[in-house]
């Protein structure tokens, strides 16, 4: 994985934060915005092997384990009607 690709991953994490700031939040967008990349969109794989790794993890609140686990059942229904 380039270090280009890490950063925007970076950025786009941080919207996805509830923790973060809207005035940061809006940073990130126009940051990527501007390097021309669309905030929505992931890796399936790369998202999909952080949530999984999340529901496991020990350190992890229940809370966290909970959106991880709804993230991916969305996830899937995405990928199923995609196709």
Do not use: C, F, I, W
Not at 31 to 46: F, I, K, P, Q
Not at 48 to 77: I, M, R
């Amino acid at each position: 994985m380039s270090h280009s690709t890490r950063v925007n991953a970076g950025h786009k994490a941080a919207l996805h934060n509830p923790n973060v700031s809207d005035e940061t939040k809006q940073h990130e967008r126009e940051y990527l915005e501007n390097e021309g990349v669309d905030e929505s969109s992931t890796s399936h794989g790369s998202s999909h092997k952080g949530y999984k790794a999340t529901t496991h993890n020990p350190n992890v609140s229940e809370e966290a384990k909970q959106h991880a686990k709804d993230e991916l059942e969305h996830n899937e229904k995405l990928h199923n009607y995609q196709h």
